[in-house]
Structures are given as C-alpha cells and as structure tokens.
T-cell receptor, first 109, second 114 residues
C-alpha cells in the first residue's frame, strides 16, 4: 500500500514562472518530509525538508509547505529555471522513509 | 571523490549468472542502504545497514544478498535473477538511520537481466 502519492506524473512550466509540485500521504504518524531531485543518469539529491512541527520551510527559490490536516505537502520553485528540469520525489518518514513515484518537471525556455 | 560511488554503472546479466554491485561512501556516514527503482514506481527500500549491522531486510528475495564489510563499503550479490529484477539499483548513505537524516545517493547501477 503506497503511503506517499504524487498524483501528477509530469509538469511543464515556463521559465521564470512558479512550479508547484504536490504530494499526498496517508500515514498520520509521518513526522518528517523531504524532497529529492533527480537528473537522468544520476542518483537523487536531497533538496529541502520540513519537520511536522512546521508548516513552511524556505531555502532560496525552493519552499516546502506542509498541511497536516489535509496530509498534503507541496514544493514551490520560483522562479523556475531550465536547470530545474528533473524528476522530483517526495518522501515522508517515521523511522523509515517512504517515497512517492516522482513528478517529472520540464521548464520551457 | 564524489560522496557515494557505485560500480558498475551498467550491468547486463543472464538468469544463471552471479554478479556483484559495489558501493563506497566517502562521507563518514554510519548507515548505508540499497534501494530498487523500477520505472514509474517509488523507490523501494531493500536493505539497511547501521554500523555494519543489517537492521532492515524488506522481504527481499534471497537471490539478492547484501554484504557490508565496513561502514564505507556495501555490496549487493546477485544470483539466478529474473527478468523482472531489471531496474536501477541505488546505494545511499546517511549519518544515521532515522527518517530525518537525509540520504546521499550514488548514481546507481542500471541492471538488465536477460
């Protein structure tokens, strides 16, 4: 049973605009959430995280929002750049990490 | 040296072959992991080692056999695999086990079983 779901397999956005990636989870015991980014032929790299005691964490162009009541997580990238084109994985944890299936982001010039 | 190095990058093997995947981390981390990534599916955790002791085995078939001789090296020994085992195998490390310690991944081994 998949506990972390990324329902949009792909997203296309114009350069300079905002990219919004969404993630839903089912396990209310999750207490830490992470986003990873993956380029082709490379392993995923850690991007940003948020603890369940917060509802927002920002790092440069990347902001993660957590809505615990809705069991929903989102990643905002603004402004989007061509180098942001990649697959983005949402992950959630108690003591173990569960990953979503990923969203492929394409930033159009 | 990159943080987590995996070899080989690509591997094609027959169902009767025996091969091994190698992972080395240069980050001083205490935990190492094997993950499987199949197309359009979430990453699946296979094995977790903490300080060279296996702490998790996620119901992985015995045709996959991990080995962790020290905290910097991790192997995945493969034998009598099936075509459905074809996937990207990712090694990762972290400072410690626990979901709030971000994983550092290698670039993976693309395995094809013929």
């Amino acid at each position: 049973d998949q506990q972390v779901k990324q329902n949009s397999p792909s997203l296309s956005v114009q350069e300079g605009r905002i990219s919004i990636l969404n993630c839903d989870y089912t396990n209310s015991m999750f207490d830490y959430f992470l986003w990873y980014k993956k380029y082709p032929a490379e392993g995923p790299t850690f991007l940003i995280s948020i603890s369940s005691i917060k509802d927002k964490n920002e790092d440069g162009r990347f902001t993660v929002f957590l809505n615990k009541s809705a069991k929903h997580l989102s990643l905002h990238i603004v402004p989007s750049q061509p180098g942001d084109s990649a697959v983005y994985f949402c992950a959630a944890s108690t003591d173990k990490l569960s990953f979503g299936a990923g969203t492929t982001v394409t930033v159009r010039a | 040296e990159t943080g987590v190095t995996q070899t080989p990058r690509h591997l094609v093997m027959g169902m009767t072959n025996k091969k091994s995947l190698k992972c080395e981390q240069h980050l001083g981390h205490n935990a190492m992991y094997w993950y499987k990534q199949s197309a359009k599916k979430p990453l699946e955790l296979m094995f977790v080692y903490s300080l060279e002791e296996r702490v998790e085995n996620n119901s992985v078939p015995s045709r996959f056999s991990p080995e962790c001789p020290n905290s910097s090296h991790l192997f995945l020994h493969l034998h009598t695999l099936q075509p459905e085992d074809s996937a990207l195998y990712l090694c990762a490390s972290s400072r410690r086990t626990g979901g709030d310690s971000p994983l550092h991944f290698g670039n993976g081994t693309r395995l094809t079983v013929t």
